[in-house]
């Protein structure tokens, strides 16, 4: 095989971390046309007065997922398809044909829904978010297209294809009538709803190219769906007997560090989000992705092994974890409060997903609180009352990590020591110009106690004793800046929760 060739693009995102609210953005607006009791047909239909909320969050960033045209065969196939039907009973109770509206991810075209509204007005959307600093992040799906997008007639070569001379019919869970390869991972089985493109056709390279380029003319983030499956190792496993009959060589370079340096040349400050599942994550970051989702953190924290989650923390580069996207959920996901099993725990995993360098990756429904799914072909899911706890939770915090203190600073990870009881206590610090944070989290059933030696505790106008804050209940204790820069600051923490201290 050809050696790999990568170039790193530089990065433009923030030291510290980002904040992003993703929304599906179709279930939205018919959730929006229920509360506002008004059609909510076009994305410039959104009431404004919702953007500009999730702005006064902190928020920079919002990901409209799903905005792009879609095809008549995947609703068909979402319609109609047994298993599916039996999971939309389950997770939906009494849902109606008009509940199925077509998984996002079967693209035909990278041109606005019609359903959303118009390219104008995702183009004025845009206008009208930048002008109160949030950036608009769009999908850009590159693994496969839609069954029905016109390549699949025009433009066969640019698909995976049986092997020649494959005897017809084809295998019909691995294949399309015509012979191209449904979109697949490689494991799990087939997406049959889409047709699997080839990356190691120079043709497709360029046309995909030019799509990305059109999603970025739209957007200042770009969400890209099973990134990995894109790296010439793992399409070239996935696909080594159809390429190999069809005389496919792989390509000198990965196609990311090709397609991400042309976008930047032409929007240098576009951010790119790779969805990827381990060990891959590190190769997206070096082809040039400013962020790589973190699922390992999502599922350490759920497995409650706390040495586990401080070597996740501590065994990686503040490179690494600075480009990794954390969450607690998301459209793939299983909501927080029924992951981790509870909304109070899943509270306690916030705490320290929200808090680590790199890009803060928020669902819409986690600050509910809610723990009924939304299906990715559903508009929407099962209603259940937000906790009121939760929604009080997420407001403080997010008031918190929208500090610059967490958007530019710089992370220091903090052993903390004195007793057993220090076991489940995770510790680190913040610091940017003349503000300090210090983040003690203890993610276990039992109450944890320890010292943290800070040894920029400085005294104030030349008294020992200083102001220490607990952002999280808005306390404030005294202590000697002294005492905390020898031997410590002493704490107690309950269990399933933390303290984000000001001092």
């Known amino acids: 095989m050809t050696s790999l060739i990568t170039k790193k693009v530089s990065s433009t995102v923030p030291a510290g971390g980002m904040m992003m609210y993703e929304v599906s953005t179709r279930p939205w607006m018919y959730n929006l046309s229920i509360t506002y009791n008004t059609p909510i047909n076009t994305l410039l239909d959104i009431p404004f007065e919702e953007f500009e909320n999730i702005k006064s969050m902190g928020f920079d960033m919002i990901w409209m997922m799903g905005v792009w045209e879609l095809g008549e065969y995947g609703l068909n196939y979402d319609q109609t398809n047994g298993p599916l039907l039996q999971h939309y009973a389950q997770v939906l109770p009494g849902y109606t044909q008009a509940d199925i509206i077509g998984s996002p991810y079967a693209v035909t075209n990278y041109s606005v829904n019609p359903q959303v509204g118009l390219e104008q007005d995702l183009v004025e959307l845009r206008k009208k978010l930048n002008a109160i600093g949030l950036l608009l992040m769009l999908d850009f799906v590159p693994n496969h297209t839609a069954v029905d997008a016109e390549w699949t007639t025009t433009e066969m070569d640019y698909y995976i294809r049986a092997p020649q001379g494959t005897p017809t019919p084809y295998d019909n869970n691995t294949y399309l009538p015509n012979g191209i390869a449904y979109g697949s991972a490689g494991w799990g089985g087939s997406w049959f709803d889409t047709a699997q493109l080839n990356y190691w056709n120079p043709n497709c390279i360029k046309a995909r190219i030019q799509q990305l380029l059109t999603v970025a003319s739209f957007a200042d983030a770009i969400r890209c769906d099973m990134a990995y499956l894109l790296l010439n190792s793992l399409f ?268």
Not at 285 to 294: A, C, I, L, P, S
Not at 352 to 365: E, Q, V
Not at 440 to 459: M, W, Y
């Open 236 to 503: 070239g496993s996935n696909w080594a007997t159809q390429l190999q009959s069809w005389g496919y060589e792989q390509p000198a370079q990965e196609f990311w560090s090709v397609a991400i340096e042309i976008v930047k040349q032409e929007y240098p400050n576009i951010i790119f989000l790779a969805e990827v599942y381990h060990p891959y994550e590190e190769n997206l970051q070096q082809v040039g992705f400013d962020y790589t989702y973190d699922k390992m953190l999502h599922d350490i924290l759920n497995g409650g092994d706390l040495n586990a989650v401080r070597a996740w923390i501590s065994g990686h580069s503040k490179q690494f974890t600075t480009h990794s996207a954390h969450f607690i959920s998301n459209h793939d996901e299983p909501r927080g409060a029924n992951f981790f099993g509870s909304w109070w725990r899943s509270d306690a995993a916030a705490l320290i997903t929200y808090t680590l360098p790199g890009l803060r990756f928020f669902w819409w429904g986690d600050f509910q609180g809610y723990s009924n799914q939304l299906d990715i072909h559903l508009r929407r899911e099962q209603s259940e009352p937000a906790i009121a706890d939760a929604m009080s939770f997420y407001q403080t915090l997010t008031s918190i990590v929208s500090d610059p203190v967490f958007k530019n600073g710089e992370f220091t990870y903090l052993n903390c020591t004195n007793d057993q009881e220090s076991w489940n206590l995770i510790a680190y610090k913040w610091t940017y110009q003349n503000e300090r944070r210090l983040c003690v989290l203890n993610f276990s059933d039992q109450q944890g106690t320890g010292n943290i030696i800070l040894d920029d505790a400085e005294p104030i106008n030349g008294n020992d004793t200083i102001p220490v804050t607990d952002l999280l209940s808005d306390t404030t204790y005294y202590r000697s800046s002294e005492q905390i820069r020898t031997t410590g600051l002493y704490v107690i923490i309950n269990s399933w929760y933390g303290q984000i201290f000001k001092y």
